[in-house]
């Protein structure tokens, strides 16, 4: 069983964005261009001054980006140069900066008329770039996820259950929530991964991650709790606002 959760509070949005780049230059300098450094990333607001930190000097010149892969762990249904796309997010805030040497990056194609098609091509793209196939799963180095107030991650919104049966890596589903469709990665997919990062920042998200982290009585586990890698560890980076429900002896 893999410890519990490593949580650290930092003062705000940027001290989050200066750890979790911390991470990723720690995870890359253990890759090669052979043996890849595969990182999943988040869509969404938090994690953007990260990005942008790491494709800004000097920052961008302690990675070797040509040892990364980039992936998305969800998107929303819109083409890459939209302003939703989380795609669109990392090619504007990391790709571009980062020209010539910007890393391989695969899209879930958001513009798909048919998303139940897109997300199993890109399922069966994760499988042959990893070379994983049932029951083995790809386990990414390093997942990056964010939280919603409602404790949703990735695009697994309260409510949605996805059978694991077959195993599913990524799936197209309705969120009633946002009336709309999106594409995300499963559990499965999360819990595959070796080491895996929520960067929570806002007010708005401290009772999603006291529910999350420290929840009281019979409270509906949220979707972020079920990420709990089967053997890897997660990382939760939390500013103080999103931090400030959390019990003192968790929040270090
Ligand atoms: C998305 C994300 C989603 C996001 C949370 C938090 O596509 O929106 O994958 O899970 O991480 O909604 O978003 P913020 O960082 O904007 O608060």
Redesign the pocket.
């Given at each position: 069983m893999t410890p519990g959760p490593i949580v650290r509070v930092v003062a705000d949005v940027a001290e989050i964005a200066r750890f979790a780049a911390e991470e990723l230059v720690a995870a890359v300098s253990r890759a090669t261009r052979e043996r890849p450094c595969r990182v999943l990333l988040?869509?969404?607001?938090?994690?953007?001054p990260m990005y942008r930190l790491l494709a800004s000097e000097p920052t961008r010149s302690r990675v070797d980006w040509s040892a990364v892969e980039c992936y998305f762990?969800?998107?929303?249904p819109v083409p890459p140069d939209h302003p939703d796309s989380?795609y669109g997010l990392v090619k504007r805030t990391l790709l571009e900066p980062l020209g010539l040497a910007s890393p391989r990056a695969y899209r879930i194609r958001g513009e798909a008329s048919d998303l139940d098609l897109a997300a199993r091509r890109y399922e069966a793209l994760l499988r042959s770039r990893f070379a994983a196939y049932p029951p083995e799963d790809p386990s990414f180095d390093l997942v990056f996820?964010?939280?919603?107030?409602d404790g949703?991650?990735?695009?697994?919104f309260p409510g949605l259950v996805i059978p694991d049966d077959p195993p599913r890596l990524v799936v197209a589903a309705w969120i009633e929530a946002m009336q709309t469709r999106?594409v995300?990665a499963t559990d499965r997919l999360l819990n595959a991964g070796r080491r895996v990062l929520f960067?929570?920042?806002?007010r708005?998200?401290a009772s999603a991650a006291q529910r999350t982290l420290a929840p009281e009585g019979r409270a509906e586990p949220t979707p972020a709790s079920r990420v709990a890698p089967r053997a890897g560890e997660v990382v939760w980076i939390l500013d103080r606002e999103a931090a400030s429900a959390l019990p003192k002896a968790i929040a270090r």
């Open positions: 988040s869509g969404g607001r938090t994690p953007e762990g969800d998107e929303r989380n996820l964010g939280l919603g107030a949703h991650t990735a695009s697994l999106r995300t960067l929570v920042s806002g708005d998200k």
